[in-house]
């Protein structure tokens, strides 16, 4: 027989084997046993699984991992992407023991309002993860139930959910715990508003990213002042902060505004606020020293120096002492303005100017400039 299917052969009869004796283990362990921890045994055996395969390999194991009759499901994914179901019904699953949550276009097609439901129902899970699903009037429909939910979630991805600004700052509004928080491709513009009707139940957000969610000005003085005290990154992209102005960032690590329609005074009251910065990026931003000749022309990338701009200002000398890195592609910079910069940043810092190669010219309007960078999220995070 070739070494081959020897070897194969070997490995499935193990696999049996080890299936067959944690069965066999199992019959003999009661599973509703309580632990140390606070649930049954076998929600406890589930988690450190991650997976249902224990559930499907058997009548005996299916009938292990209910509670009361309902399927203990630790980490619940519908995105769908590798498979289309069965997937488990609301009212047939231990929502309490749902630690991870993710919901997508190819999931269970869920509506708006079951997502809310099952979102609420599943208020004990500390990650939920929504890619292309279907969230618009999320807000709506959680306020009429009966009571605000309390949500016990640490991490949160929207990902082209057409999620709205109510919505989202309704979910922070009943997530106290709340950690990270990344957003990419909803309508958030008027987001000061909402958090203003409602306002974060918590302040322990330290990583907030919003890619392309149309942000004003407004929008992201709201969001930096909210969490001032606990953030520790943030990465802003494709939006429209000009004339920014936040508080101080005492724990600010790692900024990220790209193409954000930036002015070099806007980064400059920034940088006065961030003491502990290590890592910065500003690309796509207009940064070069405004022009005292309202009347001058179009510099060599078709961008003009904006007139309104205040006095010319120099960047502040070791405003930011512990800056490693920083990244100023894409910024208008002259060769005067990178040495200016690199004379009052950190001698030992890596400071990249280069401009990225493009297919196409950068467009001849300020306002209407868009260059994508490397997004910074983790496709497997959450």
């Not at 958030?188 to 009707?197: C, K």
């Not at 690309?283 to 904006?306: F, I, K, M, T, W």
């Not at 001849?364 to 868009?370: A, C, E, L, Q, W």
Request: proline share 6%.
């Amino acid at each position: 027989m070739d070494h081959d299917m020897v070897s194969k052969k070997r490995r499935l009869d193990c696999a049996l084997r080890i299936k067959l004796n944690l069965m066999d283990l199992l019959r003999q362990v009661p599973k509703d046993l309580g632990t140390p921890f606070g649930v049954p045994i076998n929600v406890l055996v589930l988690r450190h699984l991650g997976t249902q395969s224990l559930a499907t390999s058997c009548k005996a194991a299916l009938d292990w991992s209910t509670l009361e009759g309902k399927r203990v499901v630790a980490y619940l994914n519908e995105e769908g992407r590798v498979f289309r179901g069965p997937f488990v019904q609301l009212e047939r699953l231990a929502s309490k023991y749902v630690d991870s949550l993710r919901l997508g276009r190819y999931g269970a097609g869920r509506t708006a309002q079951g997502s809310a439901e099952l979102i609420v129902a599943c208020c004990e899970a500390r990650a939920l993860r929504c890619v292309y699903a279907k969230l618009d009037g999320l807000a709506a429909h959680i306020e009429t139930m009966p009571a605000l939910p309390h949500l016990e979630l640490r991490r949160l991805r929207f990902h082209e959910c057409r999620l709205g600004p109510t919505d989202l700052a309704l979910v922070l509004h009943c997530a106290p715990h709340l950690e990270s928080l990344d957003a990419c491709g909803e309508p958030l513009a008027g987001l000061a508003g909402a958090l203003e009707r409602w306002p974060p139940a918590g302040r322990g957000l330290h990583t907030l990213d919003l890619t392309d969610c149309g942000l004003q000005v407004a929008d992201g003085c709201e969001v930096l002042t909210r969490f001032s005290t606990s953030l520790r990154s943030v990465h802003i992209q494709a939006s429209d902060l000009r004339g920014i102005q936040v508080t101080a960032l005492p724990g600010l690590e790692v900024l990220r505004l790209l193409d954000c329609n930036l002015e070099r005074l806007d980064v400059i009251r920034i940088l006065t606020k961030c003491a502990l910065l290590k890592t910065l990026a500003l690309c796509g931003n207009y940064l070069a020293r405004p022009s005292e000749d309202p009347e001058e022309a179009d510099d060599e990338e078709g961008v003009v120096s904006s007139p309104a701009s205040a006095t010319p200002v120099s960047w502040p000398r070791l405003a930011v002492p512990k800056l490693a890195s920083a990244d100023f592609r894409s910024c208008g910079l002259t060769s005067e303005d990178e040495m200016e910069i690199r004379e009052c940043l950190p001698p030992g810092a890596l400071i990249e100017f280069t401009e990225p190669k493009t297919s196409e010219p950068l467009s001849s309007s300020k306002g209407n400039r868009h260059i994508v960078f490397d997004d910074s999220s983790d496709d497997e995070a959450c």
